[in-house]
């Protein structure tokens, strides 16, 4: 088959350009001028195609000949919800539109996140038929991505594959903070409750996203779940459970974790924005973030991934995290 990633050189686009290219698979990757190209340039193989999802420039000549479209590219920090929208969700329409017009119309896998449907219960993990309720500017901007591929969903069949915390090889944004508390065998913990999450590797969210290129139902038209497939570890985790199995996997003792009441997170996400005006880039930590992490439970269960697109996955979190270790040790980033 003939690829189109988006996002190509980024964490999940480039594990997942590496993967298509490994099983024999045809890749162009989405790249603005200014991108990162040398990961996509070592593995050999990927043409280029110069655009802007924020534009639709360069759009309808990337997806020249392309069998899927598998649309990764995202904003995952911003200052606004007008930011996240242009980046999230009208670049979303702008592409799906550009589909719509070719002769030979692509499908299109569209990874979303947990977060676009929102938080869930202790005990009970989000299912795709659940109502949805976002509750950050970014789980907001995902659904409106969501939306827009539901817009055209007539005439573009359509896959939404929403991961939880995704982590692995290549990851420079949301491990590395915690490792870094790893190495002092301390980890912060926001909330005095418990708090429990999902997980996947990447190698495993990419074998779900290949797998949604020619498995499992498309959007249908009166249907709000279906098309819609959760992707995760199928166990969930308490945080005391992720920071036990990350201290093991760098080789750590028994961590201590210290639960601090939501008000800090509220007052960290502040003072993250106030440093990050002075470098002039989003912070990752903000006061959007503190509003997802207040929740109890970010969770989702894979029963309907496993049934319709043969999803399992490989890693569960103990061996995956020893993977990324691995991995971090090797590049001379741990």
Known sequence: ???????????????????????????????????????????????????????????????????????VAGVTKAWTPEEYHR?????????CQAMARQAKVPRLVYCSSLAAAGPATVGKPRKETDAVAPVSMYGRSKLSAELAVRQFADRVPSVVVRPPFVYGPGDSVNLPPLMAMGRFGVYLKAGLGPKHFSFIHVEDLCEALLAASTKGKTLQPGSESEGVYFVADPDQYSWEDFCQALSAAMGKGRPRVIPLPEIFGYAAGIGSEIGARFRGAPPIVSRDKAREMRCEAWTCASDRARQEIDFSAAFPLAEGLLNTVAWYRKEGWL
């Open 1 to 71: 088959m003939h690829f189109l990633v988006t996002g190509g050189s980024g964490f999940v686009g480039g594990n997942l350009a590496r993967l298509l290219c490994g099983r024999g698979h045809t890749v162009t990757a989405l790249v603005r001028r200014s991108s990162n190209r040398a990961a996509l340039e070592k593995l050999g193989g990927v043409r280029l195609a110069y655009g802007d999802l924020a534009t639709g420039e360069g759009l309808d000549e990337a997806l020249a000949g392309v069998d899927c479209v598998q649309h």
């Open 87 to 95: 980046g999230n969700a009208e670049g979303t329409r702008l592409l």
